[in-house]
């Protein structure tokens, strides 16, 4: 018949599962009236153990403390990843004509400047006529001003010389006047005319095909198409969507609180959001904007969030599942809540105590309250300042369950 060890009996595990098999010290002692455990007694609990250095290293804990934090409520909703309106250009058409050429499609990496489409037009034709006509004008006005200039300037020395009335002289500077004029009415039209011409067609590269009727639209920025509305051959008026650029990594994130949700939600409120496929990968964002008014159709208000570092394997329209926090509130103690475990029947958290290079770890019982994403309000069982391992904390749990066992394994 096997003999167990009483329930008094102080255990010390030191060894991590099947991992750490060596570095546990065990210390025990007998019941207080020093008779002997009766043969077939029931196994005691063992709530501590003290793991030696290697275990502690092969265990690769991490560690959090007890503390006093004013409580913050928190709503869980879906949200959707969507493109920054910051870094989205919705390309629309400049002039009325017939779409030649689509050079782009959703997905393609596009510079600042390059073309994405092509309309052929009689805008652009008309502009190329005007130019040449006010480039004429100019030059024509080039001559009567110099010739205006001349005239005077020869009118004042022939004034000097008493060769010339002064009433002359005065006209010709009206004629000087006059020229000069009508050389700056010119070189406006020419210069309007020419800025006309390089608003149908940009700078930049010009595509080889493109003739002299083609009005050419260019992106503004630089990103990737993400949408594309032209097609070959339609006939489009100016302010027609052709083609979206947005920067793919530039995101935000927008949800629809009901109006008791939103109420504790203000700007700089902190979520933590995960996509729907990827559950376990967890990032941040900020509130930015928190709509004003409700949203006639779902009776929901728009809050808006921009992620603090890039969104991993996030796109635009991802689904995401979120949760914002809401304002402070009184004062409660809290841990971690991957610190809380459930250990056979009983909610604990697992003290870590320094002892020397190795580490005394004490499963303590707790009364848990109110839980918010990441974060366990305790009621009883730990005061503040403790501290308790987060970080596979499973592992340590699984040393006190061994302990528990009437075998040990």
């Known amino acids: 018949m096997r003999v167990v060890l009483p329930f008094s009996c102080v255990r010390r595990a030191g060894a991590i599962g099947v991992l750490l098999g060596s570095g546990l010290v065990t210390a025990c002692s007998g019941p207080s009236d020093g008779t002997e455990a009766a043969a077939g007694s029931v196994v005691p609990v063992a709530d501590t153990a003290t793991l030696s250095a290697q275990a ?9 403390t007890a503390r006093l934090v004013p409580w913050q409520s928190s709503v869980t ?93 005065e006209r010709a500077d009206v004629a000087k006047r006059v020229g000069e004029a009508a050389y700056a009415a010119a070189l406006a039209e020419r210069d309007r005319v020419a800025a006309l011409i390089e608003h149908l067609v940009g700078t930049g590269p010009v595509p080889a095909f493109a003739d002299e009727h083609d009005v050419l639209i260019r992106t503004p920025i630089a990103g990737v198409v993400t949408a594309r509305d032209a097609q070959p051959g339609t006939v489009v008026l100016p302010g027609t969507p052709l083609v979206s650029v947005g920067n793919p990594d530039q995101l935000q994130l927008l949800m629809h609180l009901s109006a008791d949700a939103v109420a504790g939600v203000q700007v700089g409120a902190t ?69 809380v475990q459930a250990l056979e029947g009983d909610t604990v958290v697992i003290v870590a105590t320094q002892r020397g290079e190795g580490l005394f770890i004490e499963a303590v019982p707790v009364r848990t309250g109110r839980r918010a994403g990441d974060r366990t309000e305790i009621l009883a069982g730990v005061s503040p300042g403790r501290r308790v391992i987060v970080g596979r904390a499973a592992i340590a749990k699984a040393e006190l369950i061994k302990r528990r066992s009437p075998d040990g394994e």
Not at 56 to 64: H, K, L, S
Not at 145 to 169: C, G, P, Q, T, Y
Request: glycine content about 8%.
């Open 56 to 64: 502690v290293a092969i265990g690769g804990f991490t560690y959090d």
């Open 77 to 169: 909703v879906p949200g959707r990843l969507m493109l920054d309106p910051r870094a989205l250009e919705t390309i629309g058409s400049i002039t009325e004509g017939r779409i030649t050429h689509v050079l782009v499609r959703v997905g393609d990496r596009v510079q600042a400047g390059q073309v994405l489409v092509m309309i052929h037009s009689h805008e652009i034709m008309d502009a190329r006529g005007a130019f040449a006509t006010a480039t004429a004008k100019l030059a024509a006005a080039v001559a009567e001003r110099d010739l205006a200039i001349s005239a005077s300037n020869r009118a004042v020395r022939l004034l000097e010389a008493k060769a010339m009335s002064r009433a002359e002289v």
């Open 271 to 339: 979520v933590r959001f995960a996509l729907t496929e990827q559950p376990a990968t967890t990032m941040s964002a900020t509130v930015t904007r928190v709509a004003p008014t409700v949203d006639t159709l779902t009776r929901t208000v728009a809050v808006v969030a921009t992620p603090t570092g890039t969104v991993r394997s996030g796109r635009a329209e991802s689904f995401v599942q979120a949760e914002i926090a809401g304002r402070g509130g009184a004062p409660a103690l809290v841990v971690p809540s991957s610190a």
